[in-house]
């Protein structure tokens, strides 16, 4: 999300949400239109692993991971950095062998 809103960082100050008169940065409804897309996403790349599985040698070893988590509203967060909350710090890890 963060290279998507290139200035979001402007909208955070210590890491929480920002704004003249103390709302959120994002509505309810913004919120639940970035999750869906969020898991719109996942959906994708669940069909494109599916794939990847498919046409792979057998005796491969595949393993996806992330780089960090992602914040969509969490304790008032947003995003993922710069900002030091558990959710940032779950990393997807995958690991598997195709026979």
């Not at 057998?58 to 969490?74: A, K, P, Q, V, Y």
């Not at 710069?82 to 940032?88: A, F, S, T």
Request: net charge negative; proline share 3%; hydrophobic share 35%.
């Amino acid at each position: 999300m963060h290279g998507v809103f290139k200035h979001l960082d402007d909208h955070v100050v210590g890491g929480k949400l920002k704004s003249g008169k103390g709302e959120k940065f994002f509505n309810e409804v913004q919120m639940k239109q970035l999750r869906d897309r969020q898991v719109k996403a996942v959906k994708y790349l669940d069909r494109v692993v599916e794939e990847l599985f498919d046409i792979v040698p057998r005796n491969t070893w595949i393993t996806l991971t992330s780089d960090h988590g992602e914040l969509f509203g969490e304790d008032g967060f947003f995003g993922h950095g710069p900002i030091c909350h558990e959710k940032v710090f779950e990393v997807p890890f995958l690991e598997g062998k195709i026979r």
